[in-house]
């Protein structure tokens, strides 16, 4: 029991606990304390970008802290004109921060466009892999216990006249400081994205709503015009869309270590200097199935898969992924739709990408007679569960990584556990050849092409994502492989020394590519961009 005094004194304090703030007031404390707990990953940044020792260094460091406290004041202020809105959402903020600082400090990602569109996309499975009980104690620390507080504090509301008056004045000393060192302005265009990408809250609430309204503008889809099949070959296409394969870790494209011990017989053609869309994978799945390629636009065309469906192709998607867009195809089957139809010991191969090869010989042998486009979406090399993502008898490199927390574990660890992914894919990239081998006098083709790289590390980035601009190469730079039938390359004039000709690659081949290999022209088609299509022939 306590003691009277002792007693008192708990009163007292429980009692100092109930603030009594007005509005003003209230949006200043609440914008210091948003500077203090979550904005080290932004300053840290900053001082390794500038000469803090400077003048000019200083002035930056000043415009940082002023544009942070200032943002998030103006932003609380316009909230107070609806006040019984100010405590949730002042508390719904600083649990997203907390979320939103353990990501950046652990995996070194910003929180811009792109970002939000793959928290957006991100299903359950994917968000279970990112979990850690690091996290947890983020949110407590830095969500939960300042939100205590918040709870506990009285607002006091002033008049709307005397709030607009503070909000303006501010907005002009804002504009007047910003004015009076215009010579930053460089630094602060110079590093935007980043600089934008660490600013909590602004950062996820201004690029979630960049990315829905980039959303809402995909309306309904447009037909593109109808194909003209200048051939009577039917043709069989599989493309193999991998997920985070970096072309630095291909034994093909010159890695050190051998991580395509079976593609190297294959007879398969690595093209070279081959580039993504984007980093993440909705976008560069997105980019790959347009005829528009990198050139964006806000009208929303119909993908390859539907276009070629409509056109009289069989066109079957088997996922173990996600970030697919939308098609009508004649067959859409998921991993575990696909799982579901199994029965019997064989079912027990049906882990990791796997399941995408169940009964494939089958399904192709239904299309002898007929044009078929059939695409693989594997998981392939997805962090950072790396070491999960192959079977065990494929674990070649050892040690591995097994910890979500990539910076936990050695880089050598780290890179076995990525390069017994790359094996795996190379098993099953081979699997698909075989298939395809098996159907005799058939033309036929496979192509693989990753949606985009993958950081191990390097410069301090891990996993994918980073904005274009700044995007390391490692997550820019991936594999793009291509083996084709006897007979394909009989109608198509074609050797594989025609198809390494080429220089330079990019997803924007992929479209264009696959409807000259069904023969398939029409007026958005680019022979440029189609890598069987042979001038020396023509």
Request: aromatic share 12%.
């Amino acid at each position: 029991m306590l003691k009277p005094g002792k007693k008192n004194d708990l009163i007292t304090r429980l009692e100092v606990m109930n603030f009594r703030w007005n509005i003003m007031v209230f949006a200043l404390a609440y914008s210091l304390i948003t500077l203090v707990l979550y904005h080290k990953p932004l300053f840290s940044f900053a001082i390794a970008n500038l000469d803090y020792h400077s003048l000019n260094g200083i002035i930056i460091l000043a415009e940082l802290v002023i544009m942070q406290v200032l943002s998030v004041f103006l932003l609380i202020m316009m909230m107070s004109f609806v006040r019984i809105i100010v405590k949730p959402i002042c508390i719904i903020f600083f649990l997203l921060n907390a979320v939103g600082f353990y990501f950046i400090t652990q995996y070194n990602v910003i929180l811009d466009k792109t970002m939000m569109g793959n928290v957006f996309n991100t299903n359950l499975g994917e968000a279970g892999e990112l979990y850690n009980p690091k996290i947890l104690l983020c949110i407590l620390l830095l969500g939960v216990l300042p939100s205590i507080v918040i709870a506990r504090v009285k607002i006091s509301t002033i008049s709307a006249l005397k709030r607009i008056i503070v909000m303006c004045v501010a907005i002009l000393v804002t504009i007047i400081f910003a004015y009076a060192n215009s010579k930053t302005w460089l630094w602060f265009d110079k590093n935007a994205k980043r600089v934008g990408g660490l600013s909590m809250p602004l950062s996820y609430v201004i690029n979630s709503i960049r990315y829905s309204v980039s959303v809402s503008h995909n309306g309904t889809e447009i037909r593109l015009p109808d194909a003209h099949f200048t051939n009577n070959h039917q043709t069989i296409v599989v493309l193999v869309i991998g997920e985070s394969a970096r072309m630095a870790n291909f034994s093909l494209y010159g890695y050190r270590r051998n991580t395509n011990p079976y593609l190297a017989k294959d007879n398969v053609v690595a093209m070279r200097d081959t580039t993504s869309c984007t980093t993440y994978t909705t976008e560069s799945i997105k980019c790959m199935l347009s005829h528009l390629g990198s050139h964006s636009s806000r009208t929303l065309y119909e993908s390859l898969p539907t276009y070629l469906q409509r056109n009289n192709v069989n066109v079957i998607w088997r996922s173990n992924n996600w970030g697919e867009p939308k098609m009508h195809v004649a067959q859409f089957e998921k991993a575990n739709e696909i799982r579901e139809k199994c029965s019997g010991d064989s079912c027990k191969k049906l882990d990791n990408d796997g399941v995408l090869l169940y009964r494939l010989d089958q399904e192709l042998k239904k299309h002898l007679n007929d044009n078929a486009f059939i695409i693989l979406h594997q998981t392939g090399s997805h962090g950072p569960q790396y070491s999960t993502k192959y079977p065990p008898q494929f674990e070649t490199f050892k040690p591995v990584c097994k910890s979500v927390e990539l910076q936990k574990c050695t880089h050598d660890e780290l890179v076995n556990a990525y390069d017994n992914t790359i094996i795996y894919t190379d098993y099953f990239l081979h699997q698909v050849i075989s298939s395809l081998e098996s159907l005799k006098d058939v033309s036929s083709v496979m192509i693989y092409i990753s949606d985009h790289g993958e950081s191990l590390g390097e410069y301090n980035f891990y996993l994918h994502g980073v904005p274009y601009s700044f995007a390391p190469d490692v997550q820019k730079k991936i594999p793009f492989i291509i083996w084709t039938s006897d007979k394909f390359k009989k109608e198509h004039h074609l050797t594989n020394q025609n198809l390494a000709k080429q220089a330079h690659h990019s997803q924007d081949n992929v479209f264009h590519s696959i409807m000259g290999a069904f023969g398939a022209t029409s007026e958005f088609y680019k022979k440029d961009l189609d890598v069987f299509y042979n001038n020396d022939a023509k």
